[in-house]
């Protein structure tokens, strides 16, 4: 989150820090203090350190191009945003070829709260869903799709190589 002093250089000085706090308040009272809705992604996100999934991991990429498929499905929005994660994170294990999914399941099942033959029958779901969705396959099993270039620099070397011909 941003800092208020931050917001202050931001905005040029051009308002105060008590003025910040007020309008904030305002708009805080005027959404009567409805700050947010959990989404299987707020959850996946707040899990998956716990989990110790891996930054880079194909795993940990897969799990979020599965919730973002599952985003557009009309089915998983009848379902409770946690078990949703869940399942991805299981799903994910599978499709990636990690295959800790037993020792993933556990602990995601302790994390959650939701029984292992409630998640294990949602990620079949998923799995399903990805394997008969081709594009989305295509999305998961291709590694070079995620290699994308992280930094400016990393753009502008992608940029030189192929001006280049390298």
């Not at 008590?18 to 707040?46: C, D």
């Not at 110790?52 to 979020?64: I, T, V």
């Amino acid at each position: 989150p941003i800092t208020i002093p931050k917001l202050i250089i931001y905005a040029d000085h051009s308002v105060t820090h008590q003025q910040l706090v007020e309008g904030e308040v305002m708009v805080l009272t005027a959404i009567n203090w409805e700050l947010s809705t959990i989404t299987p992604i707020t959850v996946y996100k707040a899990i998956q350190h716990t989990l110790s999934l891996e930054q880079d991991s194909k795993q940990r990429r897969s799990g979020s191009t599965l919730l973002h498929h599952c985003s557009s499905n009309y089915q998983y929005s009848y379902l409770i945003p946690s078990i949703t994660a869940a399942a991805a994170i299981v799903a994910a294990d599978y499709l990636s070829k990690e295959c800790q999914n037993e020792k993933l399941l556990e602990n995601t099942s302790k994390l959650t709260g939701h029984s292992k033959d409630d998640i294990k029958r949602l990620a079949s779901y998923t799995i399903k869903l990805a394997e008969d969705n081709l594009e989305l396959k295509e999305i998961i099993d291709k590694k070079a799709v995620f290699d994308r270039p992280a930094t400016p620099g990393d753009v502008l070397s992608v940029s030189q190589q192929e001006i280049i011909g390298l």
